[in-house]
């Protein structure tokens, strides 16, 4: 079964949803959508330092979320925090599943 493909907005490369994560606004707030289920348009990064850090414009979340308004820097603070967080998460979780593997 093909698994579907979604773009980083970042590095603009193409990649299954395991290795990305996903922001969406709600109630004008940006938040990471952990398991990417929450309706709506949603944003895709790779879950990467090199994809975030620094890298998160608020034209670009107007632009792929239709908001009306650019996120605040506060927001764009938040959700480069928020995840930065959730790439850790991941971090810890494929080091337990690389030593259960050994
Ligand atoms: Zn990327």
């Known amino acids: 079964m093909g698994r579907p493909l979604r773009m980083c907005a970042v590095c603009r490369k193409r990649a299954t949803k395991d290795v990305l994560l996903r922001v969406v606004s709600r109630e004008r707030e940006l938040c990471v959508d952990v398991r990417q289920q929450m309706p709506g348009r949603g944003v895709y990064f790779h879950a990467r330092r090199e994809c975030v850090l620094g890298r998160l414009k608020p034209r670009l979340f107007k632009a792929a979320l239709r908001m009306s308004d650019l996120p605040s820097q506060k927001a764009l603070t938040d959700i480069e925090n928020e995840l930065l967080a ?17």
Do not use: H
């Open 86 to 102: 959730a790439i850790c998460v991941r971090e810890v979780e494929r080091q337990k599943a690389d030593f259960k593997e050994r």
